[in-house]
């Protein structure tokens, strides 16, 4: 029995991926939870655009489109959740390169810029 339970330990670490560290969700459940997710966005974002006239002078060309929007979100996510689970932790490792970096010039140090801006960006110039 030892030898079966073994394999299987051995089996499941082996299905396992990982991104940049991090372990891999079951697939499935997570197509279910961004299709859940979605769903819930979607009737939530045309509940608000029902139920919200927009400010005076504040508005969307078309607020019908938000609902669209987060649909079309959903469905691009759940078309490639390995792709989407690795920008996902690509952001929060950029993230927290930014708080770290931030951190090191409050307490007086130098640090590089955590992204360089392209030539001809004037907007975060001093100037």
């Not at 030892?2 to 499935?28: C, L, S, T, Y």
């Not at 029902?50 to 078309?62: E, I, L, V």
């Not at 929007?69 to 690509?90: C, I, W, Y």
């Amino acid at each position: 029995m030892q030898k079966h339970a073994g394999k299987d330990a051995a089996a499941k670490d082996a299905k396992k991926e990982e991104v940049q560290g991090f372990p891999m969700p079951d697939p499935i459940a997570l197509g279910r939870n961004l299709l859940t997710v979605a769903s819930e966005s979607q009737r939530l974002a045309t509940i608000l655009v029902s139920t919200n006239a927009p400010a005076k002078g504040f508005g969307m060309a078309d607020p019908m489109n938000v609902a669209s929007a987060f649909f079309d979100l959903g469905t691009r996510v759940l078309s490639d959740p390995k792709k989407a689970l690795e920008m996902q932790a690509r952001l929060w490792g950029d993230y927290w390169s930014l708080a770290q970096n931030a951190m090191q010039r409050m307490l007086g140090k130098e640090t590089k810029p955590v992204i360089e801006p392209m030539p001809g960006d004037k907007r975060f110039r001093a100037s």
